[in-house]
């Protein structure tokens, strides 16, 4: 039996529930915690300490779409009501356990049974690790509104995933290494989505896309950070806290430059604030899908630094913008809404889904991919950044953001 407690950590409606005191609600609620405990330390793996853990889900979290931009809700997308009868499903494209682990408490956080849009999540299963499949029979068994869906794992095939798609739903497809989904995201592309059907596909804003990075950077959102040089005198540990304000100033040769080879010279490598944004990676950045800021780390490495210093002073305006057409050039599709009729009738889908949902069929139908440039989310790595990504703290990080923000155990009101 499944525990209902166990299905929302998130507390989007809090404060009705009453819970009647007797032996066998304190029974359950200790029960649950055993649970929670133990299911919650075995998804965060060892980086994560069980007693933070177990703290974070009995704390207070931020409220109902709660806002970074220190501007309020843009265009009123969360006052939004779902349309009757649209049903909108979350398509996780999974692989590694380290980033869904993050990931899982921002889509608990936007089910339907928590007040959000999401009415399923379906795991499409792209890996063949045992131990991130296990894993994931773990996740899905904590909410009946995950679902697992096998799907071919054989060469690099993107094609047969959209097999499990219908006619008449709304799906919000996302990569399995975004790590931060800001509340009014998901509200504000399924919105624009559904108003405007034309668009073939509405992409979140994201962070860490190459065309984007230099968007971001033109906006003014990329800060100058360099990488530590000098191991700090503690032995490097992974992150506990996020913030940017925690971090000294960077300190080197004032001719210090990253070179595209640079290599992280210990773990859990940090990035520093430092002066000037000159000879700081970002410059090197252009627009386009295969531009600088998809092959280099270094690059990803310092916007996630500047992301969390605005996270930290709720100024995720500065990535913001109302639409972006793509135009038919290629559009990254880490974070999507798209119907199920657009998918299937452009089926069979190319081995390169990228490029045939932001390309080849929006230019055959003359419907456009675009960006809804009011929803933020953070995207860690792609495949090329990877070796040096995982030097560095920054999963670290936005799983620590996650923990302090996110991923809420469903608060009831205390027996007295
Ligand atoms: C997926 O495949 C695994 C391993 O073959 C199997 O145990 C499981 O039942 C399948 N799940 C679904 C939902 O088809
Ligand atoms: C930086 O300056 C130092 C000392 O002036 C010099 O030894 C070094 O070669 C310079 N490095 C680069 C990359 O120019």
Redesign the pocket.
């Known amino acids: 039996m499944l525990l209902p407690q166990l299905r929302g950590y998130a507390p989007l409606r809090v404060g009705k529930a009453q819970i009647p005191v007797n032996y066998y609600t304190v029974a359950l609620a200790f029960f649950t915690f055993v649970l929670v405990f133990g299911i919650g330390a075995h998804f965060f793996g060892s980086t994560v300490k069980a007693g933070a853990l177990a703290a974070a889900y009995a704390t207070g979290g931020l409220p109902r779409y709660w806002s970074k931009t220190g501007k309020g809700d843009l265009g009123g997308v969360t006052m939004w009501k779902k349309p009757e009868g649209l049903k909108i499903v979350g398509l996780i494209f999974y692989g590694r356990r380290s980033s869904v682990s993050i990931l899982d408490c921002y889509l608990k956080r936007n089910l339907a049974e928590n007040g959000g849009l999401f009415d399923q999540v379906l795991f499409l ?1 792209r890996t063949d690790k045992k131990e991130d ?1 296990d894993w994931l029979d773990v996740l899905v068994k904590t909410t009946p509104s995950y ?4 799907v071919s794992t054989i060469g690099d095939q993107y094609a047969s995933a959209y097999d499990v798609c219908e006619d008449g739903t709304m799906y919000i497809k996302i990569d399995d290494d975004i790590v931060f989904i800001e509340d009014s995201a998901i509200p504000t592309i399924a919105k624009l989505k559904y108003e405007h059907p034309e668009y073939f596909t509405v992409s979140a804003n994201i962070m860490n896309q190459p065309s984007l990075s230099w968007v971001h950077q033109h906006l003014g959102a990329i800060r100058p950070y360099l990488p530590e040089l000098q191991q700090p005198p503690e032995t490097p540990k992974p992150a506990s806290g996020w913030k940017a304000s925690a971090l000294p100033r960077w300190q080197g040769p004032d001719n210090f430059t990253v070179t595209d080879d640079f290599v992280a010279p210990y773990p859990h490598h940090r990035w520093l604030p430092s002066d000037s944004i000159d000879d700081t990676p970002i410059m090197t950045a252009s627009y386009g899908a295969f531009s600088a800021a998809l092959w280099h780390w270094t690059i990803a490495a310092q916007e996630h630094f500047s992301f969390f210093e605005h996270l930290e002073k709720n100024e995720l305006w500065r990535y913001k913008f109302h639409h972006w057409d793509y135009f038919y050039q290629r559009m990254g599709i880490q974070f999507i809404a798209i119907m199920g009729q657009d998918i299937n009738r452009a089926k069979p889908i190319d081995r390169d889904d990228e490029a045939y949902f932001s390309e080849v069929v929006p230019k055959k139908l003359k419907r456009h991919a675009v960006v809804d440039g009011r929803a933020v989310v953070a995207h860690y790595s792609f495949n090329p950044q990877i070796e040096g990504m995982s030097s560095t703290d920054i999963l670290d990080r936005y799983r620590a953001y996650a923990i302090e923000n996110i991923c809420i155990k469903q608060q009831h009101t205390k027996p007295t």
């Open positions: 299963a499949l679902r697992r869906v096998n």
